[in-house]
C-alpha cells in the first residue's frame, strides 16, 4: 500500500510544482508574491474547457488556454504591477493589487460560467487503470504527470539556454545591472509573467483533467499550499519549488496514510514553519533563480 | 430616520465596525515596526476561543474573560516572536500565515472549541460601548506611545534595520514588542467579538480574515493607524452600500480595491498626512 | 380581412384581461395585500453552488406566485432574494435589516448551518419567524420559539438510510470517509459510524476529507487496503462525486451509501459508471409523484436550463408552505409566527409538510439509488 501511496504523492506534487513554478519565478524575478496567480489557474481550467465543448481537441484546447493564461499574466503586470513598479511602491502594495485582480478574475468567471461545476468527459472520464505491480493508476495520470515533468524540464531549459532566460536570471539578480548592461526590463518582466502565469494555467488545466472537474473553487486550497511548497524548496529557485512540490504532496498524502487527515494542513504548515525557521533559504535557497 | 431606529437597524454592523477597527490597528503596530507579521487574526482566534471558554466552562464574569483571553494571545505573540525572529517581508509572512493555519486546523480537530460545529452559547454580554470604549482606550494608548521613544525606535527600525542598529536600537526588542503589543490588541478584539455574536467557527478567524485585515491596513496606509482605522470602517460598510449592485458587487469590490491602490499607493492617509513626513 | 383580424385582436385581448392570470383564483382573508418575504442565501462565495439553487427556486416562486401557479390567496407574493456572499457579517446584517425594517414579515434561509447559529438569535430576540430549508445541523430549531425548518436533519435521514441498506446488503464490514471541517459533513460521519455498528456491522476504517479537496486516492487506498462492504460518504456532492469516480479508479468494489448532501443530479451525471447503485438517503426524489412536483420540476428546468436539486426542492417547499399561510391571511410577522405554529398539512413538492413539537418537518427519508441516468427508489 505505501507504493501506492508515494504515487498517489507523485501525482498530487507534480501539480503542486507546477503551481509553485509560477509562484516562485514572480518572486524571484519581481520580490512579489502573485495573490492572482490561483485565479489564472482557475479560469484557465475553464477556458479549456469551454474550448473542448466547442469541439477543439484537447491537446489544442490546452495549448490555446495556457497561451491565453500566459497572455493575462502579461495583462496583470500591465494593470496591477507595472504602474506601481514605476511609484516605487514596495513589495506589500503589489501584493494588494494582486488580490484585487483575483476578485476581479473570480468575478468574470462567474459571470461568464456560472456556479457549477463543470467537466470535461460528461459521464465520468472511462480511464482504464493500469495495474503495475502494487500499484494502480491511469493513463491519464500518466500523461499529466510526463506534461508537468515535461514543462518543468521547458522552462529549466529556456532559464539555462536562451537569451531570454538570461535575461531573467539576470533581472531576478539584480534589476538596477541589469538594466545597466541593457537588458530590455520591461519587455523581460513581461515575458517573465507570461511564462509563470501560462505555467500557472497549465497546472489549472492538468488539475481540471486529472479530477474532470473544473469550478470557480478549484484554487482555494492550492494558493496557500503553494506557499509552503516554495518556502520548502526555496524562494527564486526552480529545482527548489519541484522539489518542494513533491515533499509536500509526499506529507499530505503519508499524512492521510497513517490516519492524521484531519491534521494535514497543520503538518503542512509546519514542515514549512518549520524550515523557515531553521533554513530560511530553503532546501535549494542557496541555488536560487539566479543560477537556475 | 433618527439616531435610536438607525441603531436598532445597523447595530450589528456598527459592533464589527468597531471590532474591525481594533484587529486593523493590531496589524498597524506590526506593520509600523515594519514587520509583515500576518498572525493578528489566529491571535483573535485564539482569544476569542479562550474567552469564551473561560466564560461557559469556567464561569468567568465578563472582565476576567476578556483578560485572560489577551494574555492567552499576547503569550501566543511572544511565543511566535522567537522563532521568527530572524524573518523579514514576505519570508516572516508566511511564515505567520502557517502559523494562522496551524491555529485553524487545532481549533477544527480539538473537542473543547467545539470543532467544526463551531462554539454557540457563548454569553452575550458584549455591548457597543464596551467595544467602541475599548477603541478608544486603544487609541489613546497608542497616540501615547506615539510620543516616547519607543515609536521613535520604531520608526527607525521600519525605515532601515541595519541603520538604527547603528544609532543603538535594540531591534530584537522592538520586533518583539510590536508583535506582543499588536497581538494583544487582536486578543481584546477577538474576545470583544466572542462576546458580542455569540458564536464562533475555526473559519473566523482564517486566511481569508487576515488577509481583510491586510487590505483594511494597506488601504488606509501601512504606517498610519488612523489610516488603518479608515480602512477597515470604509471596507466593513462597502459590501452593504454596494448591496444594490447585487449581482456585480463581488466585480465592484475588486475594482474598487484595484483602482484605489493603484491611484494611492500609500494609502488612503496620504489624502490627508502633512506632506514630507 | 383587415376588419376580422382587427376584431380577433381585440377580442383576444379582452379576453386575456378579463380571465385572471394563472389557474387557481381563490380569494383568502390578505387578497389584494403585498407581502415579500425576505430571503438570506450565498448566491456567490464558496457557498455559491447551494445558495444559487435556492436563489432560483425562489425567483421561480415569485413567477409562480404572480402567475397563480402558487396560490397566495389573491395577495401579491414575492421573495425577496439578498446574497449574502457566504460571509457570515452580511448573514448577520441581513437579518438585523429584515428583522427591524417593519415591512418584511419573516425570513427563508440562511444556506448554511453555521450562519444560521450566527443569525438566528437576532430573529428570536426580534420575536421574528424564520425558516430554514437548508440548515440541517442539530440545535438549529432549539435556537428559539420562533424558528422553524422545513429540511429534514441528518439525524432523521440516515438511520432509516442505513436500516434499510443492511436490511438488502447485510454489510459486515463498513468504511466511513466524511469531511472534518463542517458541521453537516461531520455529523454525518458520527451518525454512519452509530447505525453501522447498531445494524452490528463493523467499522474497519474512519477517513476524513476538507471541504474544496479534490483528491481522495490516499484515503481510498488506504479504505481498499481493509477490504470494506460498504463505504459510507459523509459529505456534499461535489466531494462525493469525485471519491466515488477515484474509488472506481482504484478498482473498490464495495457498495457506497450517502446522506442528504448527495442528492444532486451531479451525482450521476459525473460520477461515471463507479456511481451506478450508489444509495442515497434524501429528503426529495426528482420523480416523485407529490401534487405539483413533475411541474416544478419542468419549469425550474425551463426557465434556468438545468435540473432542481434538493436545495432548489427544499426552498420551494418552503414557498409554497408561506404562500399557504398568506392564503389564510398571514401578513405580518406574528401572523406568520401564529401560523406556523398552528400548520396543519401543507401539500408541497417534498410531500406534505407539517412540523413536530421541536418546529422540525415531520417527515422520513427516501432512500434512493443511481440508476443509468437518474435517480430510482431503492428495492
Same mark, same amino acid.
Given at each position: 500500500m505505501l507504493a501506492q501511496q508515494l504515487l498517489n504523492a507523485l501525482f498530487l506534487g507534480a501539480v503542486y510544482a507546477l503551481f509553485a513554478l509560477g509562484y516562485t519565478l514572480i518572486f524571484g524575478v519581481l &520580490?512579489?508574491?502573485?495573490?492572482a496567480h490561483a485565479a489564472i489557474y482557475m479560469i484557465a481550467a475553464f477556458a479549456a474547457y469551454s474550448l473542448v465543448a466547442d469541439g477543439l481537441p484537447l491537446p489544442l484546447a490546452a495549448g490555446l488556454a495556457i497561451v491565453m493564461a500566459g497572455v493575462i499574466g502579461i495583462l496583470l503586470d500591465r494593470v496591477a504591477f507595472a504602474p506601481l513598479r514605476r511609484r516605487n511602491a514596495g513589495t506589500l502594495v503589489p501584493l494588494i493589487s494582486s488580490i484585487g485582480v483575483a476578485i476581479v478574475i473570480g468575478a468574470i468567471a462567474r459571470a461568464v460560467y456560472g456556479i457549477d461545476e463543470r467537466h470535461f468527459v460528461e459521464g465520468g472520464l472511462d480511464a482504464t487503470p493500469i495495474h503495475l505491480g502494487p500499484v494502480t493508476f491511469t493513463s491519464l495520470e500518466a500523461i499529466i504527470l510526463a506534461t508537468a515533468i515535461g514543462l518543468m524540464f521547458g522552462l529549466s531549459y529556456v532559464l539555462r539556454a536562451t537569451v531570454l532566460g538570461r535575461n531573467i536570471r539576470a533581472v531576478a539578480q539584480d534589476r538596477v545591472a541589469a538594466a545597466l548592461l541593457g537588458v530590455d526590463l520591461e519587455r523581460t518582466i513581461a515575458a517573465t509573467f507570461f511564462i509563470a502565469s501560462a505555467l500557472g494555467g497549465a497546472a489549472g488545466i492538468l488539475t481540471g483533467l486529472e479530477y474532470n472537474a473544473v469550478s470557480l473553487d478549484l484554487g482555494s486550497q492550492i494558493e496557500l499550499k503553494g506557499l509552503a511548497v516554495i518556502i520548502l524548496g526555496g524562494m527564486g529557485s526552480i529545482t527548489g519549488a519541484v522539489i518542494g512540490g513533491f515533499a509536500i504532496g509526499i506529507v499530505e498524502t503519508l499524512a492521510v496514510a497513517y490516519g492524521l487527515s484531519a491534521w494535514r494542513d497543520a503538518l503542512t504548515f509546519g514542515v514549512m514553519f518549520l524550515i523557515l525557521v531553521?533554513?530560511? #533559504?530553503? @532546501?535549494f535557497g542557496a541555488r536560487a533563480l539566479r543560477s537556475a | 430616520m433618527n439616531l435610536g431606529t438607525f441603531y436598532a437597524q445597523h447595530s450589528r454592523l456598527i459592533d464589527q465596525i468597531g471590532i474591525n477597527a481594533l484587529l486593523a490597528l493590531s496589524l498597524s503596530v506590526s506593520l509600523q515596526a515594519?514587520?509583515?507579521?500576518?498572525a493578528q487574526a489566529a491571535f483573535a482566534g485564539i482569544a476569542a476561543y479562550v474567552s469564551a471558554i473561560a466564560a461557559m466552562?469556567?464561569?468567568?464574569p465578563l472582565a476576567a474573560a476578556i483578560a485572560v483571553a489577551i494574555a492567552a494571545a499576547a503569550l501566543a505573540a511572544a511565543a511566535l516572536a522567537y522563532p521568527v525572529r530572524k524573518l523579514r517581508g514576505i519570508f516572516l509572512a508566511i511564515a505567520t500565515i502557517g502559523f494562522g493555519e496551524i491555529v485553524r486546523v487545532v481549533a477544527n480537530n480539538v473537542d473543547i472549541t467545539g470543532g467544526a460545529e463551531g462554539l454557540s452559547g @457563548?454569553?452575550? +454580554? *458584549?455591548t457597543t460601548p464596551i467595544i467602541y470604549g475599548a477603541l478608544l482606550l486603544v487609541a489613546l494608548a497608542l497616540v501615547a506611545l506615539a510620543r516616547t521613544k519607543f515609536a521613535l525606535a520604531v520608526k527607525l527600525t521600519r525605515e532601515d534595520e541595519n541603520a538604527a542598529r547603528g544609532v543603538g536600537v535594540d531591534v530584537g526588542m522592538v520586533r518583539f514588542a510590536s508583535l506582543v503589543i499588536g497581538g494583544a490588541i487582536a486578543g481584546l478584539a477577538g474576545a470583544l467579538y466572542a462576546h458580542a455574536f455569540y458564536f464562533l467557527t475555526p $473559519? &473566523? %478567524?482564517?486566511f481569508a480574515r487576515m488577509e481583510q485585515i491586510l487590505v483594511w491596513c494597506v488601504i488606509g496606509g501601512v504606517t498610519s493607524p488612523a489610516g488603518a482605522v479608515v480602512g477597515a470602517v470604509l471596507l466593513s460598510i462597502l459590501p452593504e452600500v454596494i448591496r444594490p449592485l447585487a449581482d456585480y458587487r463581488e466585480l465592484t469590490s475588486g475594482l474598487i480595491l484595484l483602482g484605489v491602490i493603484l491611484f494611492v499607493p500609500n494609502g488612503l492617509s496620504m489624502l490627508w498626512a502633512k506632506r514630507g513626513v | 380581412m383587415k376588419f376580422v383580424a382587427r376584431v380577433a385582436l381585440v377580442s383576444a385581448a379582452m379576453i386575456a384581461l378579463a380571465v385572471? #392570470? =394563472?389557474a387557481a383564483a381563490t380569494k383568502g382573508p390578505a387578497a389584494g395585500k403585498t407581502v415579500t418575504v425576505g430571503v438570506i442565501a /450565498? *448566491?456567490?462565495?464558496?457557498a455559491a453552488v447551494y445558495g444559487t439553487m435556492q436563489k432560483n427556486a425562489y425567483d421561480l416562486a415569485t413567477a409562480d406566485a404572480a402567475a397563480g401557479i402558487? /396560490?397566495? =390567496?389573491g395577495a401579491t407574493l414575492s421573495f425577496n432574494v439578498q446574497d449574502a456572499a457566504s460571509d457570515g457579517a452580511q448573514v448577520v446584517n441581513l437579518m438585523q435589516k429584515f428583522t427591524t425594517d =417593519? $415591512? !418584511?414579515?419573516l425570513v427563508l434561509g440562511p444556506t448554511l448551518s453555521g450562519e444560521a447559529f450566527k443569525a438566528f438569535p437576532l430573529a428570536k430576540a426580534a420575536n421574528f419567524p424564520v425558516i430554514g430549508t437548508? $440548515? !440541517? #445541523?442539530?440545535g438549529v430549531t432549539a435556537i428559539g420559539p420562533t424558528v422553524f425548518r422545513v429540511s429534514l436533519a441528518e439525524s432523521q435521514a440516515i438511520p432509516p438510510t442505513v436500516a434499510k441498506v443492511q436490511s438488502i446488503w447485510h454489510g459486515k464490514n463498513v468504511a466511513i470517509i466524511y469531511g472534518d471541517d463542517n458541521a453537516f459533513t461531520k455529523t454525518d460521519g458520527a451518525l454512519f459510524q452509530r447505525e453501522f455498528e447498531k445494524s452490528?456491522? !463493523? *467499522? *474497519?476504517d474512519t477517513e476524513t476529507f476538507h471541504i474544496? +479537496?479534490? +483528491? %481522495?486516492q490516499a484515503q481510498l487506498t488506504r479504505i481498499a487496503s481493509k477490504k470494506p462492504d460498504i463505504i459510507a460518504i459523509g459529505g456534499l456532492f461535489p466531494e462525493a462525486t469525485k471519491i466515488i469516480e477515484q474509488a472506481g479508479k482504484l478498482g473498490i468494489k464495495a457498495h457506497m451509501v450517502g446522506g442528504?448532501?448527495?442528492?444532486? $443530479?451531479a451525482m450521476y451525471a459525473t460520477a461515471?459508471?463507479?456511481?451506478?447503485?450508489v444509495v442515497v438517503g434524501a429528503a426529495? %426524489? @426528482? =420523480?416523485?409523484?407529490? !401534487?405539483g412536483n413533475e411541474a416544478f420540476v419542468k419549469r425550474f428546468k425551463a426557465k434556468y436550463g438545468s435540473l432542481p436539486d434538493q436545495f432548489a426542492a427544499q426552498a420551494y417547499a418552503a414557498a409554497q408552505v408561506v404562500a399557504a399561510l398568506v392564503k389564510s391571511g398571514a401578513t405580518t410577522k406574528d401572523e406568520f409566527s401564529a401560523g406556523l405554529r398552528g400548520l396543519r398539512i401543507v401539500q408541497t413538492v417534498l410531500g406534505p409538510i407539517a412540523f413536530d413539537s421541536n418546529r422540525d418537518v415531520k417527515a422520513a427519508p427516501v432512500v434512493l439509488q443511481i440508476v443509468k441516468d437518474g435517480f430510482a427508489y431503492l428495492q
Amino acid at each position: 500500500m505505501l507504493a501506492q501511496q508515494l504515487l498517489n504523492a507523485l501525482f498530487l506534487g507534480a501539480v503542486y510544482a507546477l503551481f509553485a513554478l509560477g509562484y516562485t519565478l514572480i518572486f524571484g524575478v519581481l &520580490d512579489i508574491l502573485n495573490l492572482a496567480h490561483a485565479a489564472i489557474y482557475m479560469i484557465a481550467a475553464f477556458a479549456a474547457y469551454s474550448l473542448v465543448a466547442d469541439g477543439l481537441p484537447l491537446p489544442l484546447a490546452a495549448g490555446l488556454a495556457i497561451v491565453m493564461a500566459g497572455v493575462i499574466g502579461i495583462l496583470l503586470d500591465r494593470v496591477a504591477f507595472a504602474p506601481l513598479r514605476r511609484r516605487n511602491a514596495g513589495t506589500l502594495v503589489p501584493l494588494i493589487s494582486s488580490i484585487g485582480v483575483a476578485i476581479v478574475i473570480g468575478a468574470i468567471a462567474r459571470a461568464v460560467y456560472g456556479i457549477d461545476e463543470r467537466h470535461f468527459v460528461e459521464g465520468g472520464l472511462d480511464a482504464t487503470p493500469i495495474h503495475l505491480g502494487p500499484v494502480t493508476f491511469t493513463s491519464l495520470e500518466a500523461i499529466i504527470l510526463a506534461t508537468a515533468i515535461g514543462l518543468m524540464f521547458g522552462l529549466s531549459y529556456v532559464l539555462r539556454a536562451t537569451v531570454l532566460g538570461r535575461n531573467i536570471r539576470a533581472v531576478a539578480q539584480d534589476r538596477v545591472a541589469a538594466a545597466l548592461l541593457g537588458v530590455d526590463l520591461e519587455r523581460t518582466i513581461a515575458a517573465t509573467f507570461f511564462i509563470a502565469s501560462a505555467l500557472g494555467g497549465a497546472a489549472g488545466i492538468l488539475t481540471g483533467l486529472e479530477y474532470n472537474a473544473v469550478s470557480l473553487d478549484l484554487g482555494s486550497q492550492i494558493e496557500l499550499k503553494g506557499l509552503a511548497v516554495i518556502i520548502l524548496g526555496g524562494m527564486g529557485s526552480i529545482t527548489g519549488a519541484v522539489i518542494g512540490g513533491f515533499a509536500i504532496g509526499i506529507v499530505e498524502t503519508l499524512a492521510v496514510a497513517y490516519g492524521l487527515s484531519a491534521w494535514r494542513d497543520a503538518l503542512t504548515f509546519g514542515v514549512m514553519f518549520l524550515i523557515l525557521v531553521a533554513r530560511p #533559504a530553503g @532546501i535549494f535557497g542557496a541555488r536560487a533563480l539566479r543560477s537556475a | 430616520m433618527n439616531l435610536g431606529t438607525f441603531y436598532a437597524q445597523h447595530s450589528r454592523l456598527i459592533d464589527q465596525i468597531g471590532i474591525n477597527a481594533l484587529l486593523a490597528l493590531s496589524l498597524s503596530v506590526s506593520l509600523q515596526a515594519g514587520q509583515l507579521a500576518l498572525a493578528q487574526a489566529a491571535f483573535a482566534g485564539i482569544a476569542a476561543y479562550v474567552s469564551a471558554i473561560a466564560a461557559m466552562q469556567f464561569g468567568f464574569p465578563l472582565a476576567a474573560a476578556i483578560a485572560v483571553a489577551i494574555a492567552a494571545a499576547a503569550l501566543a505573540a511572544a511565543a511566535l516572536a522567537y522563532p521568527v525572529r530572524k524573518l523579514r517581508g514576505i519570508f516572516l509572512a508566511i511564515a505567520t500565515i502557517g502559523f494562522g493555519e496551524i491555529v485553524r486546523v487545532v481549533a477544527n480537530n480539538v473537542d473543547i472549541t467545539g470543532g467544526a460545529e463551531g462554539l454557540s452559547g @457563548i454569553p452575550n +454580554d *458584549v455591548t457597543t460601548p464596551i467595544i467602541y470604549g475599548a477603541l478608544l482606550l486603544v487609541a489613546l494608548a497608542l497616540v501615547a506611545l506615539a510620543r516616547t521613544k519607543f515609536a521613535l525606535a520604531v520608526k527607525l527600525t521600519r525605515e532601515d534595520e541595519n541603520a538604527a542598529r547603528g544609532v543603538g536600537v535594540d531591534v530584537g526588542m522592538v520586533r518583539f514588542a510590536s508583535l506582543v503589543i499588536g497581538g494583544a490588541i487582536a486578543g481584546l478584539a477577538g474576545a470583544l467579538y466572542a462576546h458580542a455574536f455569540y458564536f464562533l467557527t475555526p $473559519t &473566523d %478567524f482564517g486566511f481569508a480574515r487576515m488577509e481583510q485585515i491586510l487590505v483594511w491596513c494597506v488601504i488606509g496606509g501601512v504606517t498610519s493607524p488612523a489610516g488603518a482605522v479608515v480602512g477597515a470602517v470604509l471596507l466593513s460598510i462597502l459590501p452593504e452600500v454596494i448591496r444594490p449592485l447585487a449581482d456585480y458587487r463581488e466585480l465592484t469590490s475588486g475594482l474598487i480595491l484595484l483602482g484605489v491602490i493603484l491611484f494611492v499607493p500609500n494609502g488612503l492617509s496620504m489624502l490627508w498626512a502633512k506632506r514630507g513626513v | 380581412m383587415k376588419f376580422v383580424a382587427r376584431v380577433a385582436l381585440v377580442s383576444a385581448a379582452m379576453i386575456a384581461l378579463a380571465v385572471p #392570470a =394563472g389557474a387557481a383564483a381563490t380569494k383568502g382573508p390578505a387578497a389584494g395585500k403585498t407581502v415579500t418575504v425576505g430571503v438570506i442565501a /450565498d *448566491v456567490t462565495g464558496s457557498a455559491a453552488v447551494y445558495g444559487t439553487m435556492q436563489k432560483n427556486a425562489y425567483d421561480l416562486a415569485t413567477a409562480d406566485a404572480a402567475a397563480g401557479i402558487i /396560490d397566495a =390567496g389573491g395577495a401579491t407574493l414575492s421573495f425577496n432574494v439578498q446574497d449574502a456572499a457566504s460571509d457570515g457579517a452580511q448573514v448577520v446584517n441581513l437579518m438585523q435589516k429584515f428583522t427591524t425594517d =417593519g $415591512t !418584511t414579515p419573516l425570513v427563508l434561509g440562511p444556506t448554511l448551518s453555521g450562519e444560521a447559529f450566527k443569525a438566528f438569535p437576532l430573529a428570536k430576540a426580534a420575536n421574528f419567524p424564520v425558516i430554514g430549508t437548508s $440548515t !440541517t #445541523a442539530e440545535g438549529v430549531t432549539a435556537i428559539g420559539p420562533t424558528v422553524f425548518r422545513v429540511s429534514l436533519a441528518e439525524s432523521q435521514a440516515i438511520p432509516p438510510t442505513v436500516a434499510k441498506v443492511q436490511s438488502i446488503w447485510h454489510g459486515k464490514n463498513v468504511a466511513i470517509i466524511y469531511g472534518d471541517d463542517n458541521a453537516f459533513t461531520k455529523t454525518d460521519g458520527a451518525l454512519f459510524q452509530r447505525e453501522f455498528e447498531k445494524s452490528g456491522a !463493523t *467499522v *474497519v476504517d474512519t477517513e476524513t476529507f476538507h471541504i474544496g +479537496d479534490k +483528491d %481522495f486516492q490516499a484515503q481510498l487506498t488506504r479504505i481498499a487496503s481493509k477490504k470494506p462492504d460498504i463505504i459510507a460518504i459523509g459529505g456534499l456532492f461535489p466531494e462525493a462525486t469525485k471519491i466515488i469516480e477515484q474509488a472506481g479508479k482504484l478498482g473498490i468494489k464495495a457498495h457506497m451509501v450517502g446522506g442528504n448532501g448527495l442528492n444532486s $443530479t451531479a451525482m450521476y451525471a459525473t460520477a461515471g459508471p463507479a456511481a451506478q447503485g450508489v444509495v442515497v438517503g434524501a429528503a426529495w %426524489f @426528482i =420523480g416523485n409523484k407529490y !401534487t405539483g412536483n413533475e411541474a416544478f420540476v419542468k419549469r425550474f428546468k425551463a426557465k434556468y436550463g438545468s435540473l432542481p436539486d434538493q436545495f432548489a426542492a427544499q426552498a420551494y417547499a418552503a414557498a409554497q408552505v408561506v404562500a399557504a399561510l398568506v392564503k389564510s391571511g398571514a401578513t405580518t410577522k406574528d401572523e406568520f409566527s401564529a401560523g406556523l405554529r398552528g400548520l396543519r398539512i401543507v401539500q408541497t413538492v417534498l410531500g406534505p409538510i407539517a412540523f413536530d413539537s421541536n418546529r422540525d418537518v415531520k417527515a422520513a427519508p427516501v432512500v434512493l439509488q443511481i440508476v443509468k441516468d437518474g435517480f430510482a427508489y431503492l428495492q
